[in-house]
């Protein structure tokens, strides 16, 4: 599991797990429901900083002064 372990095991868990999301019903879902949830947490950050950048930048009125 660790860079620096067995090489072997590792090629080993790496192509089941290839297997497994290639032909496994149960590992598809879960692929699917993980990249899902990563997709959230990507536009949410996203969005969070536009947000934010909008609240420290002043809004441009495009009204004269004496109309205020």
Known sequence: ????????LNRALHTITLIRMRLDPATKTYVARRIS?????AVCRQLFKILE???RTPEISSEPLDAI
């Open 1 to 8: 599991m660790n860079r620096s372990g067995d090489r072997q």
């Open 37 to 41: 949830d990563c997709l959230k947490r």
């Open 53 to 55: 950048r909008s609240e």
